[in-house]
């Protein structure tokens, strides 16, 4: 009779732990894959050089360019972004076409990383966003 309240904190114990991990996998669910839209464009002088792309072994397996942006939401908030876009004759292409220079992006931005991003003109960015001297038409 004294094992069931051994059981019973073993349970207790075994509901807590997955409890917490399904709080855990929450929050971090929605850290990384969830976001919010911010728009950028591209510097008309930004840097197209390619980078090299390795594997986790460190071969390399391809070229992209590197987007380091500042980005705006519609309340004027800026945040700083990163993403790559590999190259069209990369082998690790997957067809994407690469922003270039005074392109306008939409991109869905989590705490974590940049989700997607796509094409925009100028007209689509939002008005709480146009204002802001990085994303004016020149």
Avoid: C
Wanted: hydrophobic share 40%; charged share 25%; glycine share 8%.
């Amino acid at each position: 009779m004294k094992k069931k309240p051994a059981r019973w904190v073993v349970l207790a114990l075994v509901a807590v732990i997955v409890v917490a991990g399904a709080f855990w996998g929450r929050q971090y669910y929605e850290d990384r894959y969830v976001g919010t839209d911010f728009y950028a464009r591209v510097p008309l002088d930004y840097d197209m050089a390619s980078v090299s792309v390795r594997n986790m072994e460190g071969k390399e397996i391809g070229t992209a360019v590197e987007y380091n942006l500042t980005a705006y939401n519609e309340q004027g908030e800026a945040v700083s972004v990163s993403f790559r876009v590999h190259d069209p004759d990369s082998d690790i292409s997957i067809g994407e076409e690469q922003p270039q220079p005074g392109d306008y992006l939409r991109l869905k931005v989590s705490k974590q990383l940049v989700i997607s991003w796509e094409f925009l003109d100028y007209a689509d960015v939002p008005a709480g966003v146009v204002g802001y001297a990085d994303l004016q038409s020149t």
